[in-house]
């Protein structure tokens, strides 16, 4: 649970009630080696919170980070930095994240030395990272900038340097969102290809559901901070069971037509209807302002998660699967 204070200037920060914007709540997560699990939704869900709770970049208003069974006191202590090694972020804007002034030598030798990896030879770890990432042959790009590299080329120089700290998971906000159309599927297949390989548990960040059922063995949805369904993806993607994940799907190009360029442009907001404010979220289920389907309770109780029955671990936040049991 994240809720972010909101400052106001002058006097009503003495006086006024006090406030805050409740970006993520109650949201339940559990990344497993060797999987890729998406956490979708549209911009201001609170999908990207998640990946900085989870990295330990923001401390939580409530709720635990686990590793393995055990909790990960998040207070920059030794064991917070073993299990921020384990876990790195890869962000949307690859040019952003690298330092325009160093070469990509600079980069990967640095997560190296960081994460005590640099090793007898590093010229051959440097090698191996940019291997890995397929940028080969390796001399061609270890001396470059990051200006004289493509998007795609940035975002796999941040991968590898993602890499460098021998992970056990990464934490992906939308990827390839800022990359050309035609290289988005590149860089989606070099993310799968090393959680085969390297055993990691991927987080892919997405507001494009498409993607996520081409991408990610489970699919999460979040609407408005809180999680409304989950499942496997090929599930939530065929059989949506809550009504904002199948307007999210309906209003999402045809996932086939990924690879040729329009998918991910469609932002997913075009539904009917506005997402709602998180400093006074609706009561109930947050979703009943725009639900085709609301009923009364919706407006005022909370839905719990539910079994929605058709496949094993599918589950909804949504009185239309289980109102009859309470
Ligand atoms: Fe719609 Fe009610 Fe389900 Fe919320 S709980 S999605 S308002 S039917
Ligand atoms: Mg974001």
């Not at 690859?94 to 990967?108: I, M």
């Not at 090698?127 to 390796?138: G, K, N, S, W």
């Not at 919706?298 to 058709?310: A, N, S, Y």
């Amino acid at each position: 649970t994240k809720h972010f204070p909101v400052r106001r200037k002058g006097r009503a920060a003495l006086t006024g009630p006090r406030r805050a914007v409740q970006a993520v709540d109650d949201v339940t997560l559990t990344l497993r080696r060797g999987r890729v699990t998406a956490l979708v939704g549209e911009s201001g869900s609170g999908k990207s919170t998640v990946a900085r709770l989870l990295a330990g970049l923001y401390p939580r208003t409530a709720g635990d980070i686990r590793l393995h069974g055990e909790t990960v006191n998040v207070k920059r202590g030794r064991a917070f930095r073993a299990y921020a090694r384990r876990v790195q972020m890869i962000f949307q804007d690859p040019f952003a994240s690298l330092n325009p002034v160093h070469t990509v030598r600079y980069h990967l030798t640095r997560a190296l030395k960081i994460h005590g990896r640099a090793g007898d030879d590093l010229e051959k770890s440097l090698h191996d990272l940019l291997t890995r990432v397929q940028l080969t042959p390796a001399e061609r790009y270890i001396d470059k900038f990051p200006h004289e590299l493509s998007g795609g080329q940035r975002q796999r120089v941040a991968i590898a340097r993602a890499l460098g700290a021998d992970p056990e998971a990464l934490l992906a906000d939308e990827p390839v969102s800022m990359l050309d159309v035609s290289i988005r599927l590149g860089v989606l297949n070099l993310l799968r290809d090393l959680k085969e390989r390297l055993h990691l548990a991927i987080l892919y960040i997405t507001h494009d559901i498409a993607s996520a059922r081409y991408f990610a063995d489970e699919t999460m949805v979040m609407y408005a901070g809180r999680m409304v369904e989950g499942g496997d993806s090929e599930t939530i993607t065929q059989r949506p069971a809550h009504p904002y994940t199948r307007l999210l799907i309906e209003s999402a190009p045809d996932p086939d037509r990924l690879a040729e360029g329009t998918a991910s442009d469609v932002p997913a907001e075009r539904g009917a209807g506005e997402p709602p404010s998180l400093i006074d979220p609706p009561s109930g289920c947050r979703f009943h302002p725009r639900c085709p389907v609301a009923m009364q309770r919706c407006k005022t109780e909370l839905p719990p998660r539910f079994d929605v029955g058709d496949a094993s671990g599918h589950w909804a936040a949504c009185w239309l699967y289980g109102g009859a049991a309470r």
